[in-house]
T-cell receptor, first 117, second 114 residues
């Protein structure tokens, strides 16, 4: 079974600075998807960024980018120019490329990000 | 982006009663729907996966007779917590996946069992 590990329960960053959240995973599959989700105090899960394992290029979405190291099974999230609205719980997630019920998201334990003035 | 709604957003019930939570995909047809449970300050734990018109697949340790899932159409799934007890109090989140493989989450339902 796949596992996702987030070793940082809490992180703090000053506004306008950059922070990196860590995520490692374990799988025997060669193709899969990786995600970062944000859960603000409202508890609505919001997709931040997505990476397909077959793509070598790291995904980027505005201020959010990932460092995907397939051999090391590492998938870190970098937030640049941090804003107060970035404060939230961040979950790393893995998904098999299979369709149907076999394809489900496996979440890490989450990292709580605080943004300070 | 696609929208998934949940109803109710909050529910308080007495121990022993049953509670139904609805999950709807508002602007797309969901091939698969998922139900998660989240305890305070913890991650999302998948309870079950369902496809329209077929029985749900429950994760290990989840009682299928206690957490009844009905996926009646491509836009509606319901979770019924039967004979609720205080330990069932939690935050329940549904998500829906469409054919493009994108998955969207509902806003969640907070269940409190007295």
């Amino acid at each position: 079974a796949q596992t996702v590990t987030q070793s940082q329960p809490e992180m703090s960053v000053q506004e306008a600075e950059t922070v990196t959240l860590s995520c490692t995973y374990d799988t025997s599959e060669s193709d899969y998807y990786l995600f970062w989700y944000k859960q603000p105090p409202s508890r609505q899960m919001i997709l931040v960024i997505r990476q397909e394992a077959y793509k070598q290029q790291n995904a980027t979405e505005n201020r959010f980018s990932v460092n995907f190291q397939k051999a090391a099974k590492s998938f870190s999230l970098k937030i640049s120019d941090s804003q107060l609205g970035d404060a939230a719980m961040y979950f790393c997630a893995y998904r098999s490329p299979n369709t149907g019920t076999a394809s489900k998201l496996t979440f890490g334990t989450g990292t709580r990000l605080q943004v300070t003035l | 982006g696609a929208v998934v709604s949940q109803h109710p957003s909050r529910v308080i019930c007495k121990s022993g009663t049953s509670v139904k939570i609805e999950c709807r995909s508002l602007d797309f047809q969901a091939t698969t729907m998922f139900w998660y449970r989240q305890f305070p300050k913890q991650s999302l734990m998948l309870m079950a996966t369902s496809n329209e018109g077929s029985k749900a697949t429950y994760e290990q340790g989840v009682e299928k007779d206690k957490f009844l899932i009905n996926h009646a159409s491509l836009t509606l799934s319901t979770l019924t917590v039967t004979s609720a007890h205080p330990e069932d109090s939690s935050f329940y989140i549904c998500s829906a996946r469409r054919t493009s493989n994108e998955q969207f989450f509902g806003p969640g339902t907070r269940l409190t069992v007295l």
